[in-house]
C-alpha cells in the first residue's frame, strides 16, 4: 500500500509539472509575438514621422 502511494504521488507531481511546463511555453510564445510588436510600431511611427515632414515642407515650401 505504502508503494502504491508514493506512485500515485509521483503521478500527481509529474502531471503538475507537465501542466505548469505547458503554461510557460504558452507565455514564451505570447512574449514572442508581442516581441514583433515593437520593430513594426517603429517602422510605422517613423513613416507617419516621415510622412508628416514631407507634408510640412510641401506646406512651407515653394
Known amino acids: ?3 502504491q ?3 500515485a504521488r509521483l503521478d500527481r507531481a509529474q502531471e ?7 503554461e510557460q511555453d504558452a ?3 505570447k512574449d514572442t509575438r508581442m516581441l514583433w510588436l515593437f520593430p513594426i510600431g517603429g517602422m510605422v511611427a ?4 516621415f510622412g508628416a515632414g514631407m507634408a ?6 515653394p
Open 1 to 3: 500500500m505504502n508503494l
Open 5 to 7: 502511494e508514493r506512485i
Open 16 to 22: 503538475e509539472t507537465r501542466k505548469f511546463a505547458a
Open 27 to 29: 507565455l514564451i510564445a
Open 46 to 49: 517613423g513613416a507617419a514621422l
Open 56 to 61: 510640412f515642407s510641401k506646406l512651407i515650401g
